[in-house]
């Protein structure tokens, strides 16, 4: 089945520490995006990328980082600079990016603070 | 920047009932999208919506694209236990980023 997997499910960060979500596709779809998830609180962005080795910062890009070395994979580092890190991470991807085309979102990472 | 607003907040209904939700913005869309997200994992589509006045329906699930193009509703009818679950709306104009709504949480009660 095509679709988008995360891992992993359930992650924790300890004090100072880099951490690296994964998201792969296998939908064959050029734009990928990461958002962050409060409890209450809608989707924001953090990073998108409309093609391999292109990526932008979106509306909270502040102590995250990101790569597209593939078209498969879209990989979220939340850094030791993010203070406030635990939240519910979505990775989606579409098939154009600034398109009218739905996103399709994998099954989150949620990040959590030991 | 766009924002939604999605009302109600959260609603809880009896198992049976039909339930109605909305999505308001104060700048146009070309699209609009409806999502459902269970307790725990992403969001699923539910619906897409292309056309200004456009209705469209996926089995128990109604969706209106408002005239306007500043709104956008959903109607599910006769709700089951399964219904439960968070739904978000998604605005989206062309060129420009997807802006979702805060979402709307709905409880079935036996």
């Known amino acids: 089945d095509g679709g988008i997997t995360q891992s992993p499910k359930y992650l924790f960060r300890k004090e100072g520490q880099n951490v690296t979500l994964s998201c792969e596709q296998n939908l064959n779809h050029d734009a990928m995006y990461w958002y962050r998830q409060d409890p209450g609180q809608g989707l924001r962005l953090i990073y998108y990328s409309q093609i391999v080795n292109d990526f932008q910062k979106g509306d909270i890009a502040e102590g995250y980082s990101v790569s597209r070395e593939k078209k498969e994979s879209f990989p979220l580092t939340v850094t030791s600079a993010q203070k406030n890190p635990t939240a519910f991470y979505l990775c989606?991807?579409?098939?154009?990016?600034?398109?009218?085309?739905?996103?399709?979102f994998g099954d989150g990472t949620r990040l959590s603070i030991l | 920047g766009q924002q939604l607003n999605q009302s109600p907040q959260s609603m809880f209904i009896q198992e049976g009932e039909d339930v109605s939700m909305n999505c308001t913005s104060s700048?146009?869309?070309?699209?609009w999208l409806w999502y459902k997200q269970d307790p725990g994992e992403g969001p699923v589509l539910l619906i897409a919506l292309y056309k200004a006045g456009e209705l469209t329906s996926n089995g128990r699930l109604t969706a209106q694209f408002g005239i306007t193009r500043k709104d956008s509703f959903l109607n599910i009818s006769a709700s089951i236990p399964s219904d439960v679950g968070i739904y978000f709306c998604?605005?989206?104009?062309?060129?420009?980023?997807?802006?979702f709504g805060p979402g709307t949480r709905l409880s079935v009660l036996p």
């Open positions: 989606a991807s579409s098939m154009q990016l600034h398109s009218n085309q739905p996103q399709h």
């Open positions: 998604a605005g989206v104009l062309y060129g420009q980023n997807f802006v």
């Open positions: 700048s146009i869309f070309n699209t």
